[in-house]
């Protein structure tokens, strides 16, 4: 069964701190996406990734950054955590071409910054 | 730009009742359209794609939706409600470029009462 996990699915860190939220996908896939989602926002993307060491800036990027060194993993840094950060993280990968396979995602990670 | 747009933040049927969720996509080019699903604390799951081949398709749990050009539409329903489909669902659709993002809807919450 083709997977994409989330290193944690409930996660509590102070302000300031720097958080990591690891993505790991099996199946392959060129591209991989970080978004949050907030109640009534629905999904923001906030950086994308179309191949190793490569990343692109979503709708939502200040605050954040990412890391992907191996084709398989895709890092979300919160540099430096903010409470207007508390959301859940939801990450997503798929083919490089969208065709008729859309998007395989993790569980998520609800991060609380207090 | 591409657009999605999910008309009803919140919908509520009976058990047995009839599921309309409404989806309407902004498109220069025939899209790849999207249906996922989210049950609470989880990831988005797909339920059910569009990819130029029938105008109807079926997905996973019964539901289905329909491709109509026409209307840029592509609702999803389902004949007969359960309890365990209240979750919240999205509907997506793919750039023209087919770049390999999808642009999400806001999302709408299905609540089934008994």
């Known amino acids: 069964d083709v997977k994409v996990t989330q290193s944690s699915r409930y996660l509590v860190k102070r302000t300031g701190e720097k958080v990591f939220l690891e993505c790991v996908q099996d199946?392959?896939?060129?591209?991989m996406f970080w978004y949050r989602q907030d109640p009534g926002l629905g999904l923001r993307l906030i950086y994308f990734?179309?191949?190793?060491?490569?990343?692109e800036k979503g709708d939502i990027p200040e605050g954040y950054s990412v890391s992907r060194e191996k084709k398989e993993r895709f890092s979300l840094i919160l540099e430096s955590a903010s409470t207007n950060q508390t959301s859940m993280y939801l990450c997503?990968?798929?083919?490089?071409?969208?065709?008729?396979?859309?998007?395989?995602f993790g569980s998520g990670t609800r991060l609380t910054v207090v | 730009a591409q657009s999605v747009t999910q008309l009803g933040s919140h919908v509520s049927v009976s058990e047995g009742a009839l599921v309309l969720l409404r989806c309407n996509y902004s498109?220069?080019?025939?899209?790849?359209l999207f249906w996922y699903v989210q049950y609470p604390n989880q990831g988005l799951q797909l339920l059910l794609k569009?990819?130029?081949?029938?105008?109807l398709v079926k997905g996973i749990n019964g539901f289905e939706a329909e491709f109509k050009k026409s209307e840029t539409s592509f609702h999803l329903t389902k004949p007969s409600a359960h309890m365990s489909d209240a979750a919240e669902y999205f509907c997506?659709?793919?750039?023209?470029?087919?770049?390999?993002?999808?642009?999400f809807g806001q999302g709408t919450t299905l609540q089934v009462k008994p």
């Open positions: 997503a990968s798929s083919r490089t071409t969208i065709g008729a396979g859309g998007y395989t």
């Open positions: 569009y990819t130029s081949a029938a105008t």
């Open positions: 997506a659709v793919t750039p023209s470029s087919n770049t390999g993002k999808l642009i």
């Open positions: 990734s179309y191949d190793v060491k490569m990343k």
């Open positions: 498109s220069s080019v025939p899209p790849y």
């Open positions: 199946m392959d896939h060129e591209n």
